[in-house]
């Protein structure tokens, strides 16, 4: 299954710690899911029939083709709901497992570095979460990257697949983050269910986003080769 790449993704994480006001999340952002070009759901401390309920919820709420829900860690819930896909670290289960087991599934990994990210997209990831960028609530053990030492600021020969900054990304830090050649999109948790008006922040981050992959898309001004001469 096929990632649409014609814009910088927007990839909202849902980390839910309970069914009920996850669900209500969801109903508060209606109307704007389209704007989102993947859905993460992550329930570490969901029971598998609530994961499953979330998960249903989200197929049922999004307009097909247009959102992608992958499922965080669990290949069991991403198959029996019929999710687009699954998301894992390195610590879970082996991409040649997945791919072994649900050829047909969306497969994103964690990186943290551009080493990282040419691995990913050798044991077969569609896309890549990389970070953390900034610290987070939802993530406050994960080491923040400095883009300058880890390698970041020239574009990675031989990488192919789309790559999301996460960890603490909000509206205002879009720009500086698509700045950033390896980067083609974000990953958000906390700028969205953390906000007072989800479908607000969601329409803030989409804007954001887009405005400044226009901006890295403008051609850069040649440099003069030095002052005219003076015809005579």
Same mark, same amino acid.
Request: proline share 7%; with cysteine.
């Given at each position: ?5 014609? +814009? ?6 849902? /980390?839910?710690?309970? !069914? ?6 969801? @109903? ?20 598998a029939g609530d994961l499953e309920a979330l998960v249903d919820r989200w197929l049922e ?8 829900? &992958? ?38 990994? /964690? ?15 569609? =896309?890549?979460? $990389?970070?953390?960028? =900034?610290? /987070? +609530?939802?993530? %406050?053990?994960?080491? &923040? $990257?400095? %883009? ?5 600021? @020239? %574009?990675?020969?031989?990488? +192919? ?6 960890g603490g990304i909000t509206a205002e830090r879009v720009p500086d983050v698509l700045s ?17 008006? %989800?479908?607000?922040? &969601?329409?803030? $981050?989409?804007?954001? !986003?887009?405005?400044?992959?226009? +901006?890295?898309? @403008? ?8 002052p005219a001469r003076r015809a005579g």
């Amino acid at each position: 299954m096929s990632i649409d790449r014609s +814009r910088p993704l927007l990839c909202f994480v849902h /980390s839910a710690t309970d !069914l009920d006001s996850a669900l209500r999340l969801i @109903e508060r952002g209606v109307g704007v899911w389209g704007a989102v070009d993947l859905v993460q759901v992550r329930g570490k401390i969901l029971s598998a029939g609530d994961l499953e309920a979330l998960v249903d919820r989200w197929l049922e709420g999004c307009e097909p083709g247009a959102t992608r829900i &992958v499922v965080n860690d669990r290949l069991d819930v991403a198959i029996a709901t019929g999710a687009h896909g699954v998301h894992v670290g390195h610590d879970d289960l082996p991409p040649a497992e997945i791919r072994a087991r649900a050829p047909q599934l969306i497969l994103g990994m /964690s990186a943290h570095n551009p080493a990282e990210l040419l691995a990913a997209q050798t044991s077969g990831a569609d =896309y890549a979460g $990389l970070g953390a960028f =900034y610290g /987070s +609530r939802t993530k %406050p053990e994960a080491v &923040v $990257l400095d %883009p300058r030492g880890a390698g970041l600021l @020239e %574009p990675s020969p031989g990488l +192919r697949i789309p790559v999301l900054a996460i960890g603490g990304i909000t509206a205002e830090r879009v720009p500086d983050v698509l700045s950033i050649p390896v980067v083609s999109g974000i990953a958000v948790s906390e700028a969205i269910q953390g906000a007072d008006d %989800p479908a607000a922040a &969601v329409n803030r $981050l989409r804007s954001s !986003l887009d405005a400044a992959w226009a +901006r890295r898309a @403008e051609p850069t001004p040649r440099q003069s080769d030095g002052p005219a001469r003076r015809a005579g």
